[in-house]
Nanobody, 129 residues
Framework: QVQLVESGGGSVQAGGSLRLSCVVS????????MGWFRQAPGKEREGVAV???????VYADSVKGRFTISQDNARNTLYLQMDSLKPEDTAMYYC???????????????????????WGQGTQVTVSS
């Protein structure tokens, strides 16, 4: 059974940092794409960062240079290091994977929700000004 469990969210002031973690089980995370999406109240869920099976990363323009996605295969864990946080980063953050799908797109298209099949329950990030 595919499971993803996020943690690490919280409340910080603008300019601060947080590191999100996503522990995965039920499949070999190295064989598939993994990603982070976020959803603010009243808005669509949007792709933030993705890492594919070759280690290639893709970031949304709004987080480039501030966020870093990585994975520790030995710990079956996906991370999102978030630095220089802004109030507009406030959202629920979700971990996801494309297990069972043949692709997760390429380039910026991999940030589209359509490619992804399993989701965690989310972890809340709140950034105050």
């Amino acid at each position: 059974q595919v499971q993803l469990v996020e943690s690490g969210g919280g409340s910080v002031q603008a300019g601060g940092s947080l590191r999100l973690s996503c522990v995965v089980s039920g499949w070999n995370m190295r064989a598939y794409c993994m990603g982070w999406f976020r959803q603010a109240p009243g808005k669509e869920r949007e792709g933030v960062a993705v890492i594919d099976s070759s280690g290639t990363t893709v970031y949304a323009d709004s987080v480039k240079g501030r966020f870093t996605i990585s994975q520790d295969n030995a710990r079956n864990t996906l991370y999102l290091q978030m630095d220089s946080l802004k109030p507009e980063d406030t959202a629920m953050y979700y971990c996801t994977t494309n297990v069972g799908r043949y692709s997760c797109g390429s380039g910026s298209s991999s940030l589209q929700r359509v490619w992804y099949s399993y989701w965690g329950q989310g972890t809340q990030v709140t950034v105050s000004s």
